[in-house]
């Protein structure tokens, strides 16, 4: 057995890779072990405790990391998140055992605002459907009604790296541009002409309302009847950031209703999702399997960042997007 620190790699990212250990020739050459899972995807706790004997680092997925799973792998002193969100990695159990969480925040903002585009346009311009009809054979016979962009107001939920991607692509479509956040970068709204208003404004004047929030108690189901039920009949909604913030249930009741008009969903309550849900029946709705952030210049960004992030750890540094600086202190007092 090697003597070397372990660092080991969950994300599926590898995938993406005819050889994924030249994202990782840093760690080598610092003279890391790099292990790489199978990716066999979400992963039970059992089986993350399984895979984390010897590791120090960990480059991860969305396999869970819990309180169990910490004291299951006592070696592990930092958690680096190959994406954004860190809902699967319970921080304030991490911070209590001294260890380091970072995520990959700003890698993948470009992708996801690129993917939240391409689900609008094919929701609004009904690409996908037209695309399954001319391959009937069919020419004048297609005729939906196609809503534009320009003049239409966008509304964002969470003006962060991705809201403000958003917004600038808004923009150059001749998009009105509003947006809610519990915080206000009023610097940059004001170069780009995005006015900030409350959730209930945003929802009664959005023609297309994307969501790009994190996961939190105050962000589940934030779109749900309530919200739904102040927009416009011919709105749009659209979430790439986590699957709760939707009510999946009020959002389906509102599209089969006509409550709203369209929507486009990357990311679902459960992935992958219940396939049975009555929303893979309507086609009002466009439909990803949380793509988002998958772009291929995104991924590169991830672990490339992920990679800096443990080299930082291991040099005596502080990871850039370190989340629980708090566990410096646990460390200092020698827990």
């Known amino acids: 057995m090697s003597d070397k620190p372990v660092v080991w790699v969950g994300t599926p990212f590898i995938l993406n890779f005819d050889d994924p250990m030249e994202m990782f020739q840093p760690l080598v050459d610092e ?3 790099v292990r790489l899972d199978e990716c066999r995807g979400y992963m039970p706790e059992e089986d993350v405790i399984a895979a984390l004997p010897g590791v120090t680092a960990v480059i991860a997925g969305a396999e869970p990391y819990t309180a169990g799973v910490m004291d299951g792998a006592p070696g592990v002193k930092i958690i680096v998140r190959a994406g954004v969100g860190l809902n699967n990695v319970d921080i304030p159990a991490a911070t209590e055992r001294g260890i380091l969480v970072a995520n990959s925040a700003g890698q993948n903002s470009q ?11 094919c929701a609004v311009r009904r690409i ?12 004048r016979e297609i005729q939906p009604p196609m809503r534009p962009l320009n003049g239409m107001t966008m509304g964002i939920l ?16 001749d998009m009105k541009v509003i947006a809610h956040d519990i915080v206000q970068d009023e610097e940059t709204a004001n170069a780009l002409g995005v006015r900030f208003v409350s959730l209930e404004e945003l929802a009664r004047e959005s023609d297309y309302l994307t969501c790009h929030v994190p996961l939190t108690p105050e962000t589940t189901h934030i779109i749900g009847r309530e919200i739904l039920s ?21 959002v389906t009741e509102a599209l089969q209703n006509g409550v709203i008009r369209g929507a486009g969903i990357d990311v679902f309550p459960e992935e992958p999702p219940d396939y049975a ?23 590169r960004n ?11 750890y291991f040099r005596g540094e502080r990871p850039s997007t370190l989340v629980n600086p708090e566990a410096y202190e646990v460390l200092a007092r020698g827990r």
Not at 128 to 139: A, M, P, Q, S
Not at 277 to 299: K, M, Q, S, W, Y
Not at 302 to 312: D, G, I, N, P, S
């Open 31 to 33: 003279g890391l072990e």
């Open 111 to 121: 992708s996801v605002a690129e993917h939240l585009f391409g689900l609008l346009l």
């Open 128 to 139: 996908g459907w037209l695309d399954t009809e001319i391959r009937k054979g069919l020419w």
């Open 158 to 173: 969470g003006f962060g790296n991705i809201g403000k991607q958003v917004a600038k692509r808004a923009v150059a479509f």
């Open 230 to 250: 102040l927009m416009k009949p011919d709105a749009y909604v659209f979430n790439t950031s986590r699957g709760p913030v939707f009510d999946l249930d009020a």
């Open 277 to 299: 849900h009555p929303i893979f029946t309507l086609e009002n709705a466009v439909l990803a399997p949380h793509l988002g952030g998958r772009g291929e210049d995104a991924i």
């Open 302 to 312: 991830t672990l490339r960042h992920t990679t800096e992030c443990v080299l930082a």
